[in-house]
């Protein structure tokens, strides 16, 4: 393989012959029926960063062609074919076309990505190639904590973007914890709990980690109105991405206890709290506004919400009984399921009681429940152990943010395990997620220097098969990409003993 022909994660197959494409000025992208909007998307890329006029029509120039063929099998596979005909991208869904115009865009000069017509000397050659690729696992997510620091809307598109080039498609917004509430909700009309829901977010919005010693500074505060997540909703599914709102119960909810007086046991709001400490708060079991107010919380989020899962949290409920956390928390998925759509929780969640087919999302602990509930109950899980899938843990000790408690490391950490294992069989893993929690994070920039290398890493273990996967490789196109995430703008970290470009 020479090396215009890296790419990351990498593809089941790889085959480079003998010849060489020469895009032009002149060069054309050529949508096929129902390609359309991701052609478009790929032509305005290239011509930013060529100056090329780009024209989606006409018959002379080499063309660059998008089409939907149902015979790629899989709904994110896709072929990319470079030849002395053109450039072919072919998939049976947008979603693969998306895929393969990602790669496409590792095969062409990392300039490119500066976005501002610097295409080197008028012309770019690139080698023959046919590339057939598909997922390993369908989900592969990011997690970003909104809740210990918010993220304003520019950085959480800036995120997708980057993320997409590694092919991830899941973005999992952690939208409330002890410090905040960070989404818009309604009061409904027909209203019995009496509740206002709008105060979650009135009070909930300037609430943070802003202790010294977390991070850089006080974390940020702010919330989305429902205009600002259907944004983002809508700015994701045009990149193929699926948000995954969690509302996290029993535990984590002090930001709902002191915005909603009724849910306290003596009727008293809590003060707010904006310490980065977890497992101190609880939702009461014998309130009898608890259940009723979480649902309606699931079915606003389920509304705003076109993606398939809801995630409850679950974990680190740790002022919470084990007998109050099983009847709330089997209530509580009852009543996602009953907005339509799939529950997703933590590990701790599959002690309780759930609908068939729900998503565990394992970080810790004891894997046994949830291989219970594989057994028995036809769940799927999401695999995301702190030592090695975990974006907030620091690199180093001497690294100025970022926490320790799961593992130090760097892109060897997370390149090096696999999803499925303890018991688990391939059909049983639904992907993988990378979890980057917030508490001493306060800029995009800090959170891709935690991001970056190491999810790069995690991607080729959620996308590419096992026995595709092999470090020393992964090391030589890691380093590769140096130049492209420079000239992304990516702040990363650069790990030593990679040859960076
Ligand atoms: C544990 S991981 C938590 C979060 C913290 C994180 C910090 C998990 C499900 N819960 O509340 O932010 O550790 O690494």
Do not use: C
């Not at 054309?28 to 032509?43: D, H, I, K, L, Q």
């Not at 063309?63 to 030849?83: H, K, R």
């Not at 770019?124 to 904590?145: K, N, S, T, W």
């Not at 996308?463 to 703008?489: N, Q, T």
Request: proline share 7%; charged share 20%; glycine share 10%.
């Amino acid at each position: 393989m020479s090396s215009q022909h890296f790419i990351t994660p990498v593809p089941r197959s790889v085959v480079p012959s003998a010849g060489t494409l020469t895009l032009t000025p002149a060069t054309r992208v050529v949508p096929g029926p129902g390609a359309e909007s991701v052609a478009v998307r790929f032509a305005a890329w290239l011509r930013a960063g060529t100056g090329w006029e780009v024209p989606l029509a006409g018959d002379t120039g080499p063309a660059i062609t998008f089409t939907l063929d149902p015979s790629v099998d899989g709904g994110e596979a896709y072929t990319l074919t470079v030849n002395d005909d053109g450039v072919r991208l072919a998939a049976a869904h947008p979603a693969g076309l998306f895929h393969a115009a990602s790669s496409l865009r590792q095969l062409l000069p990392a300039a490119l990505e500066k976005g501002h017509a610097d295409a080197p000397s008028g012309t770019i050659d690139v080698g023959h190639v046919h590339v057939e690729d598909a997922p390993r696992f369908a989900y592969r997510g990011i997690m970003l904590d909104v809740a210990r620091s918010y993220y304003p809307m520019d950085e959480i598109r800036r995120l997708i973007d980057v993320m997409t080039r590694f092919k991830y498609n899941v973005l999992h917004l952690h939208l409330a914890d002890d410090q905040s509430w960070r989404v818009e909700l309604d009061t409904p009309e027909d209203n019995p709990t009496g509740i206002d829901f709008t105060e979650l977010a009135r009070i909930g919005k300037d609430g943070a980690v802003n202790r010294e010693g977390w991070g850089t500074g006080p974390g940020r505060t702010g919330y989305y109105t429902q205009d600002d997540y259907r944004l983002i909703v809508e700015y994701a599914a045009e990149r193929f991405v699926t948000v995954v709102p969690e509302f996290d119960v029993p535990g984590h909810v002090n930001a709902v206890l002191a915005a909603i007086p009724q849910l306290n046991p003596d009727g008293v709001a809590t003060s707010p709290n904006a310490t980065g400490e977890v497992g101190f708060s609880t939702l009461y079991n014998d309130n009898p506004l608890t259940r009723p107010f979480v649902a309606e919380v699931f079915r606003q989020l389920a509304a705003l919400t076109p993606g398939p899962y809801l995630h409850l949290g679950g974990d680190e409920a740790l002022v919470t009984s084990k007998e109050d956390f099983i009847a709330m928390v089997g209530d509580f998925a009852a009543s996602v399921a009953a907005t339509g759509k799939t529950v997703m929780g933590w590990n701790e969640y599959a002690q309780a009681e759930l609908p068939a087919g729900a998503v565990i999302q394992y970080w810790d602990g004891d894997l046994e429940p949830t291989l219970r509930q594989v057994r028995d109950n036809g769940a799927r899980v999401v695999m995301s152990p702190g030592k090695g899938s975990y974006l907030d843990q620091k690199y180093v000790e001497s690294d100025p943010i970022g926490l320790k408690w799961a593992a130090m490391g760097d892109w060897d950490l997370h390149y090096g395990w696999d999803p499925v294992r303890d018991g688990l069989a391939e059909q049983d893993v639904l992907g993988v997620e990378a979890p980057l929690w917030s508490e001493t994070i306060r800029s995009l920039d800090e959170a891709h220097w935690l991001i970056y290398p190491r999810a790069i890493a995690v991607a080729e273990t959620a996308w590419s098969g096992a026995e595709a996967k092999d470090p020393a490789s992964f090391a030589v196109r890691l380093g590769a990409l140096g130049e492209r995430l420079v000239a992304l703008d990516v702040t990363f970290r650069p790990s030593p003993g990679i040859a960076w470009n």
